[in-house]
């Protein structure tokens, strides 16, 4: 089982819409979560940390449950320039600090 | 500030030869990490360095070695390569180690022949 688990998509939906993308991590000590947004052969960058409470950053919300283990990722209105891969990222200490990426859920938006 | 950058952007190599990627950054961060992708998984960490003359392995470290003089600068070298390190290589840094922020370079992407 992979540590952290995405649907890999893609999400194809039309502009306007509200998607959300769900992640699953294995390791219930996981500390704290990211999102990540990746354009198509471009290197990845964080979109927004992931808070306990959830927050939100203009249309995307981010949600924790550590009783499911999973992370949410929520987008409304739903623009052709969210269309790009959003990697799910949980970190948790083992002798250090470690990053688990996820691999990937693509969004396509279409027109 | 250029921020991350690396070289080459492309590369082919034959198997069993040897080559150094580069990584600089010019933002002071402490940390710097080196990540291979491939496709249907995840970022995947190789080595990591916590400061300059600190380095230390991370999930996948077996092909690889890195050194750190610098703050700046993050070489990865592959010592003998082989297919199966075909992959894209992302150099990161960040100014207070995985649990801030990871700001990337733009990517290596390379084939072993």
């Known amino acids: 089982r992979k540590e952290v688990e995405q649907d890999p998509g893609p999400f194809n939906v039309p502009e306007g819409a509200t998607v959300a993308f769900n992640c699953t991590y294995s390791?219930?000590?996981?500390?704290?979560f990211f999102w990540y947004r990746q354009d198509c052969r471009k290197e990845p960058k964080l979109l927004m940390s992931v808070y306990s409470s959830g927050n939100e950053d203009g249309r995307f919300t981010a949600q924790l449950n550590r009783a499911s283990q999973y992370i949410s990722l929520l987008i409304r209105d739903s623009k052709l320039s969210d269309s790009a891969t959003y990697l799910c990222?949980?970190?948790?200490?083992?002798?250090?600090?470690?990053?688990?990426f996820g691999s990937g859920t693509r969004l396509l938006v279409r027109p | 500030n250029a921020g991350v950058t690396q070289t080459p952007k492309f590369q082919v190599l034959k198997t069993g030869q040897s080559m150094t990627l580069q990584c600089a950054q010019d933002m002071n961060h402490e940390y710097m990490s080196w990540y291979r992708q491939d496709p249907g998984m995840g970022l995947r960490l190789i080595h990591y360095?916590?400061?300059?003359?600190?380095?230390d392995q991370g999930e996948v470290p077996n092909g690889y070695n890195v050194s750190r003089s610098t703050t700046e600068d993050f070489p990865l070298r592959l010592l003998s390569a082989a297919p199966s390190q075909t992959s894209v290589y992302f150099c990161?840094?960040?100014?207070?180690?995985?649990?801030?922020?990871?700001?990337f370079g733009p990517g290596t992407r390379l084939t072993v022949l």
């Open positions: 390791n219930s000590a996981s500390q704290s």
């Open positions: 990222v949980a970190m948790w200490m083992d002798s250090s600090y470690k990053l688990i």
């Open positions: 990161a840094s960040s100014p207070q180690g995985a649990r801030n922020e990871q700001f």
């Open positions: 360095s916590v400061g300059a003359g600190i380095t």
